[in-house]
């Protein structure tokens, strides 16, 4: 709370009143909402869905082999190499935790 000097104090109980209902007017001019947080979770069955498309990636790896010359590698080490990346993301649970929003996301 800030002093004001003596010339600027209201003298009468009028005065005092009257600024107190301003200040009150001012203070709850605006509607308070209750704050809500956002809460998402999420769950990615990725292991499953890679197990179910491991055929199809099988079949289409001669595919790899139209890549530019630089880029040209083993078509089935590739499969491979990808397969375990998405099989090892397998159990990874991923927490955001902020004051306005959770997010949780598992990965099976």
Same mark, same amino acid.
């Given at each position: ?8 104090? #209201?003298?009468? =109980?009028? $005065? ?11 203070? *709850? /001019?605006?509607?308070? %909402? ?27 790896? #001669?595919?790899? =082999?139209? $890549? ?11 499969? *491979? /190499?990808?397969?375990? %990346? ?23």
């Amino acid at each position: 709370m800030s002093l004001q000097p003596a010339t600027e104090r #209201p003298r009468d =109980l009028a $005065a005092m009143r009257e600024r107190a209902v301003r200040v009150r007017r001012v203070r *709850y /001019a605006e509607p308070v %909402v209750p704050h809500r947080r956002t809460r998402i979770s999420l769950w990615l069955p990725l292991t499953p869905i890679f197990w179910m498309l491991a055929p199809f990636a099988i079949l289409f790896a #001669p595919l790899i =082999l139209l $890549a530019p010359p630089l880029w040209r590698m083993n078509p089935y080490v590739t499969v *491979y /190499a990808v397969g375990r %990346v998405l099989v090892a993301l397998g159990g990874t649970d991923v927490d955001v935790d902020t004051p306005d929003a959770r997010v949780r996301i598992k990965i099976l």
